[in-house]
């Protein structure tokens, strides 16, 4: 994979510059070896013709909006997943390739470098010609290995553009492994053989916590219908050139192959496969001029009108339209964000050939309108920027600060109540929001596990949750009081069936659950029914002569060779544990066997 190389050379990488240094300097102040926060990992996903580095710009501003507690560090992966060799690699901000080993697990932002496996490159004209379906599949892979690094279930997608879609149809079950294009031919192609949305590994795994999408065309854009090969000096080759993405981004009534009525749940792909409703939170950030309903693209397509950002109509950017509710089963949130077209904040962004600014031949002429689509704009919007980062905050999870336990051992359970104290950034919840269970909460679970005098509680009991106090939006910090139950958990020791019998003995076999109790297994037997006196296989409490047994949840197995040295004798014994903290015993039923003539 021709990253490092090919990167470097691509118009997205050698514009990084600054924004690189920046981030450099501000990963000295990551931490060596902090404890791991309870707050999604951020997943950024580049859009049409884009590349990972376009998320450089929005990593600063947003860290500076996010609980410390929760986002410690801004340091930046880059993560490529190459299907060609099956494999997923992570780079830094220079280029270089990261061990994984070596990423920290409160490492919480990283950016997708998606990929062309079949020229292996990230070349963006190149990565054009790879279907969405097969981006899908790309993003299923990066966050499995993110969600492996960090150890947190799920993540948090922000996508421009292009990739709202891609990330949709893998939270949809659109991914396929197989290739679901012609590249030679540079067109969508789903009657492969190879194509298999949501087949195998493909199948989504519920690990988007939340989806923010950035001025995507949820229900695509008449640009994608526009022949610009005469502008391809102007907005780059990529964004010119026909390719699978700008079909597939092309609605079925002119001439699209029905990707967005699959995602959209309105028809559209042939096959036996179909999308699978949506389960995650998506929340559409639709960044549009205000006071323009007759964009330069206009003059181009007479379809194309309508408030928008000059590449996409806000109708199009809406997620709550697009996305009918009955196809989901989380909320679905349109947040607009106006800006007026002569706005300071706007057109004093002047990037050449996609900026915030752009130049556009029309008629033999040139027009400089504003623009603001491009991420080398919107990362640098403040307004975009807030939003971005509202989003983020209200989908991160609160910090458990404090637990308290009152707990009465009642004959053979446990009774009472449990407080919990927790405290969260700015904007994470609204009204009286709450976690339903404590499972929810800091995106962990917090097991009640500890001894009063008597044996461990269950280590999971179901708890449900009620405030204490009503949240308010702003800085928040609650004490929440549940009641809860649960069955008395006692070490148990399993006697299982003799094993090589002989003449003058056998293996004796069994298993120990000590249910987080410390302490050693061994074996009784003796010629007595009752196990009378028996004779023991070691010495308990003598570490030395008896196997310790790990102090967790787990049957373990062991096993005992005794010898008798008397022809056909019956002989009895059990498994048994000794529990070092308790200094007592805990016996499995008693079996038996006979020795051979």
Known sequence: MRFGAQIRGNRAWAGLGAAAALLGALAVVRPAAAANPPSRPILFVHGFCGSGQDFAPLVEPLYTQMNRALYPAPTLYYVLYDARSNTTTFFDVNGTQVNESAILSNTRFFSMELNDPVGETTDSTDVAKI??????????????????????????????SMGGLDTRAYIENLASAGACYDYQANTPNYTLNTCAPGAGDAKYGGDVGDLITLDT????TPLDTMNLTADASYIGTCLADTSVNRAEMNPMATGGPGLLEALNFAGGLTGSETATENTAPIQAVEDYFSDVTSPWIAFYDSAFTGYDDDLVQLTSQSIANNLPVAHTTAKLT????????????????????????????????????????????LGALADTQNAVAAQINANTAGVLTSIAVDATLNGKAWTGAL???????????????????????ALGSYALSFVSGGPVVAHAPAIAATPSATLQRG???????????????????????????????????????????????LFEWSTSAKLTAPKLTCTAGALKNCPKVKANTTAQPFTAKITTAKKKTKIYYRMAFYNSAKKAYTYGAIASFTTLK
């Open 131 to 160: 279907s969405i379906l097969n981006k899908a599949y790309e993003i299923e892979q990066a966050i499995e290995q993110i969600t492996a690094i960090t150890h947190i279930k799920d993540v948090i997608v922000l996508a421009h």
């Open 217 to 220: 065309p949820h229900n695509g």
């Open 334 to 377: 349109d947040v607009p964000v106006g800006y007026a077209s002569d706005s300071d904040e706007v057109v004093s962004i002047n990037y050449s050939n996609g900026g915030c600014e752009v130049t556009v031949p029309f008629l033999g002429t040139t027009l400089t309108q504003p623009m603001m689509h491009p991420m080398s704009c």
């Open 419 to 441: 407080s919990y104290k927790l405290a969260g950034p700015a904007g994470a919840i609204t009204g009286a929001t709450v976690p339903a269970n404590i499972t929810d909460l």
């Open 475 to 521: 800085q928040w910090s609650a004490t929440y009081t549940v009641a809860f139950s649960g069955a008395i958990l006692s070490p148990k020791a399993t006697t299982g069936a003799a094993s090589v019998i002989t003449a003058d003995g056998a293996t004796l076999k069994g298993t120990v659950n000590p249910e987080d109790q410390p302490g050693q297994a």
